[in-house]
């Protein structure tokens, strides 16, 4: 089984501040999901990346796929309130229809 | 499109009872899958249902089971409820056209609180 490490598990910023999440694995990542989770409620999906060496960009968000497709990233620039929630990673498996999780990332943006 | 919808939201429980939730897909998708999520252990892989099957199975013992009917819509059933089966339990569907990288969207989940 592929394990996700995300890092760190907990951000607290002020409104307008940066921060980076990572996702790391030891595997090859054959794609790999962004989510993010607001308490009680489902992972919305952010953004899948599938090359290496992929960058997307979601407003004010930017994902980085590591070149070796084992690491990536996501950046959010001056954070707002609304980003506040449960950064989760994920990853496709050799199982179908099963996602890998990371342990998530809990983002808390203050006013 | 409506997205996936899961019904009970929320759903208390005493020990013992047994409790069958509720997933409807985004239309056209035929794959559900499950997961059960806890702050202990993280979101966790139940099953994935595809045409009417079960194709895939996590490791969690056989109380947890499911079905899907013929419009793709699926049901899980735990039995014998124990304290530590409280959780939020997610469904996910996908089309399942196999690449092997599909995208799963998720429902907002059943929140089930065992007593």
């Known amino acids: 089984t592929q394990l996700l490490e995300q890092s760190p598990q907990f951000l607290s910023i002020q409104e307008g501040e940066n921060l980076t999440v990572y996702c790391n694995s030891s595997?090859?990542?054959?794609?790999l999901q962004w989510y993010r989770q607001e308490p009680g409620e489902g992972p919305v999906l952010l953004v899948t990346?599938?090359?290496?060496?992929e960058v997307k960009k979601l407003k004010r968000l930017t994902f980085q796929f590591g070149d070796a497709r084992k690491d990536s990233s996501l950046h959010i620039t001056a954070a707002q309130p609304g980003d506040t929630g449960l950064y989760l990673c994920?990853?496709?498996?050799?199982?179908?229809?099963?996602?890998?999780f990371g342990a998530g990332t809990q983002v808390v943006v203050t006013p | 499109k409506a997205g996936v919808t899961q019904t009970p939201r929320y759903l208390i429980k005493t020990r013992g009872q047994q409790v069958t939730l509720s997933c409807s897909p985004i239309?056209?998708?035929?794959?559900v899958s499950w997961y059960q999520q806890t702050p202990g252990q993280g979101l966790q892989f139940l099953f994935e249902?595809?045409?009417?099957?079960?194709?895939n199975k996590g490791n969690f013992p056989g109380r947890f089971s499911g079905r899907q009917f013929s419009n793709s819509r699926s049901e899980m059933n735990v039995s014998t409820l124990e304290l530590g089966d409280s959780a939020l339990y997610l469904c996910?569907?996908?089309?399942?056209?196999?690449?092997?990288?599909?995208?799963?969207?998720f429902g907002p989940g059943t929140r089930l609180l065992v007593l």
């Open positions: 994920a990853s496709t498996t050799d199982s179908w229809g099963k996602l890998q």
């Open positions: 595997s090859v990542f054959s794609s």
């Open positions: 990346v599938v090359t290496g060496g």
């Open positions: 239309s056209g998708h035929r794959s």
């Open positions: 249902y595809f045409s009417e099957t079960q194709r």
């Open positions: 996910a569907s996908s089309l399942r056209t196999g690449t092997g990288r599909e995208t799963q969207y």
